[in-house]
């Protein structure tokens, strides 16, 4: 008897949750296939098990009370602690299919992220992915994104992160600008440079290193500040001036001379990339197996492999 109490309250917790969202009764009957006073006793009941006045009905509206707009919270919780744990031990375990809509910086998208989905897509011949890029950190839920990658520290307590490599970035400049203007020894130096700035960077005027001797940020200025990470590599190859790049981003031009590393005595501060979701949100199958999926792939990558990093 036990068992069946304990799935009706879940059933009503359901129910509740669904009712929250879209504000009707009749709308969630039609849904479960049953009757509006069918659904109305089901809350009625809730609201007796609980001791407390969930709703507010008129003719007219239908409003959360305090107590409801707290319930809902923990409702939602426990629905998806049950969901998570039904995956876990296979009632619901299915093999990854439908569509995840996946988020990722423009550059890194193309280069880190397009080359390997015909490889997860064999993979999964039942799984799709519409890829999202931008530059703009937006919001997932009004996008509908099931999963982001993002580069740096993750501010957004209601996202869940997990780490799937680290990105450093170089200073570089073509050959011409150092024949031209000389090269840098020390981070101090690129105060006597002009700089290409990017932006969209956390700290775009702040160019952060480390050496022997500790932490040595500068300030730096230019005369071009672009707003694309490609545009800034555009410009420095035409010998504009020096640049702080992402490793994964200048590897080919490095090797066939068009940029040259400077401070190679010093190392920026390197930053993680992490694939984020949403924190209440049951994480399908096809979900996780894209995570898996980025998390294999790229611990397999020199460049960015946070492999034996701090997790």
């Not at 005369?223 to 800034?232: C, F, H, T, Y």
């Amino acid at each position: 008897m036990l068992k069946y109490e304990l799935m009706d309250l879940l059933a009503a917790f359901r129910t509740f949750i669904r009712i929250a969202e879209t504000g009707s009764f009749s709308a969630v009957a039609r849904e479960v296939g049953a009757t509006q006073p069918a659904v109305s006793r089901q809350i009625a009941a809730l609201e007796d098990h609980l001791g407390a006045r969930l709703l507010q009905r008129s003719t007219r509206s239908l409003r959360l009370t305090e107590d409801g707009t707290d319930f809902l919270t923990h409702a939602r919780l426990v629905v998806e602690a049950v969901e998570e744990t039904e995956a876990a031990i296979g009632r619901r375990r299915t093999a990854a299919a439908g569509l995840v809509r996946l988020g990722a910086p423009s550059v890194f998208g193309r280069l880190y992220i397009a080359p390997r989905i015909g490889l997860l897509l064999d993979r999964y011949p039942e799984l799709a992915v519409e890829l999202l890029l931008t530059d703009d950190v937006v919001d997932m839920v009004q996008e509908g994104l099931d999963l982001s990658l993002r580069v740096g520290a993750i501010s957004d307590a209601a996202l869940v992160a997990r780490r799937v490599g680290m990105t450093a970035s170089q200073a570089v400049a073509a050959p011409e600008y150092l024949a031209r203007r000389g090269t840098p020894q020390h981070p101090a130096d690129l105060a006597g440079h002009d700089c290409v700035i990017f932006t969209r960077g956390q700290t775009p005027n702040t160019w952060s290193f480390m050496g022997a001797d500790g932490p040595a940020p500068v300030e730096v200025t230019g005369r071009l500040r672009v707003n694309s990470i490609e545009a800034v590599m555009e410009a420095t190859l035409t010998g504009i001036g020096i640049a702080l790049l992402p490793s994964w981003m200048i590897g080919d031009t490095v090797r066939r001379g068009r940029l040259q590393r400077v401070l190679k005595a010093w190392t920026p501060r390197q930053l993680p990339i992490s694939v984020v979701y949403p924190s209440r949100r049951f994480l399908a199958p096809r979900t996780r197996a894209v995570i898996d999926f980025l998390v294999d792939e790229f611990r397999l990558d020199p460049v960015i492999s946070a492999y034996g990093g701090t997790p």
